[in-house]
């Protein structure tokens, strides 16, 4: 490679050095995204390029798939000379936070403290991120504790993410403790900052003080950015809130900002519920208005048998509010879609985090007898899942049983464990229950202990796994890993050196992984020693 930029040089190429260096990461990504690792790691062995932390930063910040990332990670730490530091090990624990693997993400965070690894805010905003996204909001307040106590002191980004993980949880009044000491110490709120106030503000109908806010950020030199605009209008559609909607369209107006379509498409209906003009809307976005304004006529003006041409049309055009309205007037006339169909607008709606349209959709089919297909279930049990509507996954996986469709054991394993991160025995319990006795194996059971253990209810957790074992279910080593974290968490010791003993003496005699089942290695994998409850 050094020869053949030699070469370029001598022939008095132009090439910027960054342009190729972007060249090579893309390479590297294709390579670990499209080979297997065996092969993937012998391109990487035969590269003759200097390692440092950005270029490797670089390669993981490309996306490459999650374990690929995870296993070039560890190459790199054994490359002679080279050694992680904060930022590589930031960038691994995002892409594991990001996944929802918040024990691997866990176990890097670990790591970087052992190995004296220098923690600043940027890594813990994105640990208290990551916890709160996956209902583990205790830990994530602990960590702001945690930073405070040992003197890293929070950014405004460190202000602003932990600002909004008290407003998404009810702490109102921690909320505002939190940005009047960020205030005293001279930190001086970003753009971002001030749309979560207002975000906050609007959804709890403080749309007056929520303009107050609009207009003192920018007397303060903040000016709103086309993200906020776009977060700002689509909560006030959602509420209603017309008002202060008009005050944002006039500074989008003066500024030349626009909407993104689905959150045109939600004003444009917003207003029209509220009888109020859409001239305003027009002039900001006059590129969508005549789609979206056709589209709506036409839903409205629709007779009886409505031609499933325009379901296509509204699809291609992502106008989900307009869908919204076509298909509840549908089901009322009991008029029968084809299953791929109302399986696209479930994920079309998920795609938008849109859990109202996809249940409206899902509600559809249940009443129409449409079993739709697999990956529509799927869908929709991510987005609830991720929108913390776990009430209603019982349901899905019920109707998705009686289609015939397996949720599978990984994923059902991963389920289980993350309404046990939520603190959701109960729904975890009945979707346990729901799987058929084929999934009922080690992996799935491991996961339902953890369940208990994340719930404080350790006697109910060991009283699953004495089930288990009556069921001739074998522990595997990530049974065990759960047992003894979830053990010794509860200040269980004694018993948790009981199952460190049978982790042990399993561990000696399993000889190869070749003797463990499919079921032992998911469960393996999803229950390494990272795991902490």
């Given at each position: 490679?050094?020869?053949?930029?030699?070469?370029?040089?001598?022939?008095?190429?132009?090439?910027?050095?960054?342009?190729?260096?972007?060249?090579?990461?893309?390479?590297?990504?294709?390579?670990?995204?499209?080979?297997?690792?065996?092969?993937?790691?012998?391109?990487?062995?035969?590269?003759?390029?200097?390692?440092?932390?950005?270029?490797?930063?670089?390669?993981?910040?490309?996306?490459?798939?999650?374990?690929?990332?995870?296993?070039?990670?560890?190459?790199?730490?054994?490359?002679?000379?080279?050694?992680?530091?904060?930022?590589?090990?930031?960038?691994?624990?995002?892409i594991?936070?990001?996944?929802?693997?918040?024990?691997?993400?866990?176990?890097?965070f670990?790591?970087?403290?052992?190995?004296?690894?220098?923690?600043?805010?940027?890594?813990?905003?994105?640990?208290?991120?990551?916890?709160?996204?996956?209902?583990?909001?205790?830990?994530?307040?602990?960590?702001?504790?945690?930073?405070?106590?040992?003197?890293?002191?929070?950014?405004?980004?460190?202000?602003?993410?932990?600002?909004?993980?008290?407003?998404?949880?009810?702490?109102?009044?921690?909320?505002?403790?939190v940005?009047?000491?960020m205030?005293?110490?001279?930190?001086?709120?970003?753009?971002?900052?001030?749309?979560?106030?207002?975000?906050?503000?609007?959804?709890?109908?403080?749309?007056?003080?929520?303009?107050?806010?609009?207009?003192?950020?920018?007397?303060?030199?903040?000016?709103?950015?086309?993200?906020?605009?776009?977060?700002?209008?689509?909560?006030?559609?959602?509420?209603?809130?017309?008002?202060?909607?008009?005050?944002?369209?006039?500074?989008?107006?003066?500024?030349?900002?626009?909407?993104?379509?689905?959150?045109?498409?939600?004003?444009?209906?917003?207003?029209?519920?509220?009888?109020?003009?859409?001239?305003?809307?027009?002039?900001?976005?006059?590129?969508?208005?005549?789609?979206?304004?056709?589209?709506?006529?036409?839903?409205?003006?629709?007779p009886?048998?409505?031609?499933?041409?325009?379901?296509?049309?509204?699809?291609?055009?992502?106008?989900?509010?307009?869908?919204?309205?076509?298909?509840?007037?549908?089901?009322?006339?009991?008029?029968?879609?084809?299953?791929?169909?109302?399986?696209?607008?479930?994920?079309v709606?998920?795609?938008?985090?849109?859990?109202?349209?996809?249940?409206?959709?899902?509600?559809?089919?249940?009443?129409?007898?449409?079993?739709?297909?697999?990956?529509?279930?799927?869908?929709?049990?991510?987005?609830?899942?991720?929108?913390?509507?776990?009430?209603?996954?019982?349901?899905?996986?019920?109707?998705?049983?009686?289609?015939?469709?397996?949720?599978?054991?990984?994923?059902?394993?991963?389920?289980?464990y993350?309404?046990?991160?939520?603190?959701?025995?109960?729904?975890?319990?009945?979707?346990?229950?729901?799987?058929?006795?084929?999934?009922?194996?080690?992996?799935?059971?491991?996961?339902?202990?953890?369940?208990?253990?994340?719930?404080?209810?350790?006697?109910?957790?060991?009283?699953?796994?004495?089930?288990?074992?009556?069921?001739?279910?074998?522990?595997?080593?990530?049974?065990?890993?759960?047992?003894?974290?979830?053990?010794?968490?509860?200040?269980?010791?004694s018993?948790?050196?009981?199952?460190?003993?049978?982790k042990?003496?399993?561990?000696?005699?399993?000889?190869?992984?070749?003797?463990?089942?499919?079921?032992g290695?998911?469960?393996?994998?999803?229950?390494?020693?990272?795991?902490?409850?």
């Amino acid at each position: 490679m050094n020869k053949h930029m030699k070469l370029k040089e001598k022939n008095g190429s132009s090439s910027d050095p960054k342009e190729y260096m972007r060249n090579v990461i893309g390479k590297i990504y294709r390579t670990l995204k499209y080979s297997t690792w065996d092969c993937a790691q012998q391109e990487l062995d035969n590269l003759h390029m200097k390692w440092d932390s950005y270029t490797v930063n670089q390669v993981l910040k490309s996306h490459p798939p999650m374990e690929k990332a995870w296993l070039f990670f560890n190459w790199a730490s054994r490359l002679k000379g080279f050694k992680h530091d904060q930022y590589t090990y930031t960038t691994m624990l995002d892409i594991f936070g990001e996944a929802g693997r918040v024990s691997s993400m866990k176990h890097v965070f670990q790591q970087m403290q052992e190995n004296g690894i220098k923690i600043d805010s940027v890594t813990y905003t994105s640990m208290m991120h990551w916890l709160s996204s996956s209902g583990n909001v205790d830990e994530a307040f602990e960590l702001w504790e945690e930073m405070n106590s040992k003197g890293c002191h929070p950014t405004v980004v460190s202000y602003t993410a932990y600002i909004k993980i008290l407003f998404d949880n009810h702490k109102v009044k921690e909320a505002t403790d939190v940005y009047k000491e960020m205030l005293n110490s001279g930190c001086a709120p970003n753009c971002h900052t001030y749309t979560i106030l207002m975000d906050y503000l609007i959804g709890s109908g403080k749309c007056k003080e929520a303009l107050e806010i609009f207009e003192k950020m920018q007397e303060a030199g903040v000016q709103p950015d086309k993200a906020a605009c776009n977060i700002l209008i689509e909560k006030c559609s959602k509420v209603g809130g017309t008002m202060f909607m008009t005050q944002i369209l006039e500074y989008m107006k003066e500024n030349r900002l626009v909407l993104r379509y689905p959150v045109f498409v939600e004003a444009l209906e917003a207003l029209k519920n509220a009888g109020e003009s859409d001239t305003l809307l027009r002039q900001v976005n006059p590129q969508f208005y005549k789609k979206a304004y056709e589209s709506i006529t036409v839903a409205a003006d629709s007779p009886v048998n409505i031609d499933k041409k325009l379901l296509f049309v509204l699809l291609r055009n992502r106008n989900v509010v307009a869908i919204d309205h076509l298909l509840a007037g549908m089901m009322d006339k009991k008029i029968l879609l084809d299953n791929k169909i109302i399986s696209t607008i479930i994920e079309v709606n998920c795609s938008h985090c849109r859990p109202d349209g996809a249940l409206l959709a899902f509600e559809y089919s249940v009443k129409m007898g449409i079993s739709i297909e697999r990956k529509g279930y799927l869908s929709l049990m991510g987005l609830l899942t991720r929108s913390n509507m776990f009430s209603r996954l019982v349901e899905i996986v019920e109707e998705m049983a009686r289609a015939g469709h397996s949720l599978g054991i990984y994923l059902a394993s991963l389920l289980i464990y993350r309404l046990g991160c939520a603190r959701q025995p109960t729904f975890a319990s009945k979707i346990f229950s729901l799987l058929p006795d084929n999934h009922k194996c080690a992996a799935t059971y491991t996961a339902l202990i953890s369940v208990y253990f994340f719930a404080r209810r350790v006697n109910k957790a060991l009283e699953i796994y004495k089930i288990m074992c009556r069921k001739g279910v074998c522990p595997v080593l990530g049974t065990y890993n759960v047992l003894i974290a979830g053990l010794e968490r509860n200040g269980r010791y004694s018993e948790a050196d009981l199952y460190r003993k049978a982790k042990k003496s399993l561990h000696a005699n399993s000889g190869s992984q070749e003797s463990v089942t499919v079921e032992g290695k998911i469960c393996d994998l999803l229950f390494a020693v990272d795991v902490i409850l």
